[in-house]
Nanobody
Framework: QVQLVESGGRLVTAGDSLRLSCAVS???????MAWFRRAPGKAREYVAA????????RYADTVKGRFTISRDRAKNTLYLQMNSLKPEDTAVYYC????????????WGQGTQVTVSS
C-alpha cells in the first residue's frame, strides 16, 4: 500500500536550520509532492510543492526565500530544507503526494513535529 513517512522534525531555536525528509513507497507514479503544516489551533497550511519529474517548485509567501523543497527520484524521497526558522514556523509538518495532473493530494504522511523556540 502507499506509505509516506516523514522524519527530521525536532526542537530548534530561532534562526536555526532543519531538513525534513519524506520517504515514499507503494506509488506506481508520482506527479507532484508537497509539504503542508498545521500549527496548534490553526487550519492546515500549504507550504511548498514540487513537480516530481521536472522539479518545478512553488512556495507559500510565508516561507519563500527561507525554505527549499527538493526531491531525490532515485531514492523516492522528498525534502524540505528550512533555514532562518521562526517561532511561527512551529507546527506539525506533513508531506503529501498527488499521482495525477489534477494535483489532488490523495496520500498523506502522519506528520513530524517541528518546534522553534525564541
Amino acid at each position: 500500500q502507499v506509505q509516506l513517512v516523514e522524519s527530521g522534525g525536532r526542537l530548534v531555536t530561532a534562526g536555526d536550520s532543519l531538513r525534513l525528509s519524506c520517504a515514499v513507497s507503494g506509488l506506481f507514479s508520482t506527479h507532484a509532492m508537497a509539504w503542508f503544516r498545521r500549527a496548534p489551533g490553526k487550519a492546515r497550511e500549504y507550504v511548498a510543492a514540487i513537480m516530481w519529474s521536472a522539479g518545478n517548485t512553488r512556495y507559500a509567501d510565508t516561507v519563500k526565500g527561507r525554505f527549499t523543497i527538493s526531491r531525490d527520484r532515485a531514492k523516492n524521497t522528498l525534502y524540505l530544507q528550512m533555514n532562518s526558522l521562526k517561532p511561527e514556523d512551529t507546527a506539525v509538518y506533513y508531506c503529501a503526494a498527488a499521482n495525477s495532473a489534477e494535483l489532488v493530494y490523495d496520500y498523506w504522511g502522519q506528520g513530524t513535529q517541528v518546534t522553534v523556540s525564541s
